[in-house]
Nanobody, 127 residues
Framework: QVQLVESGGGLAQAGGSLRLSCAAS????????MGWFRQAPGKEREFVAA????????YYADSVKGRFTMSRDNAKKMVYLQMNSLKPEDTAVYYC????????????????????WGQGTQVTVSS
């Protein structure tokens, strides 16, 4: 019901910035919370940020709080992740995901609650 395509990854130096975009298609996008997750080599996929279906304030993992900003534009069917003050430990494949449940009242940070995933975009931060 929702198809997702990430873009904007690449190589950045420590302290630099990147902006990830996620383009969505499907009729139910605007009724679903959206999340960003990341997976580093040899590690499990972890939660980064999530935002409610209606927008507003996003929720962040402690490791990125104060450095990353998530937003969405329902009219354009886009989700963004602005990443500032990047660190080498931010290196990972970043995935955009859509909540399996529509109109969820409280945003979930659980990976298992997201049913729709993009293909991922690589972010590499050099020291």
């Amino acid at each position: 019901q929702v198809q997702l395509v990430e873009s904007g990854g690449g190589l950045a130096q420590a302290g630099g910035s990147l902006r990830l975009s996620c383009a969505a298609s499907g009729r139910t996008f605007s009724s679903r919370a959206m999340g960003w997750f990341r997976q580093a080599p040899g590690k499990e996929r972890e939660f980064v940020a999530a935002i409610k279906w209606s927008g507003g304030s996003a929720y962040y993992a402690d490791s990125v709080k104060g450095r990353f900003t998530m937003s969405r534009d329902n009219a354009k069917k886009m989700v963004y992740l602005q990443m500032n003050s990047l660190k080498p430990e931010d290196t990972a494949v970043y995935y955009c995901a859509a909540d399996r449940q529509s109109l969820r009242v409280v945003v979930t940070t659980s990976r298992s609650e997201y049913d729709y995933w993009g293909q991922g975009t690589q972010v590499t931060v050099s020291s």
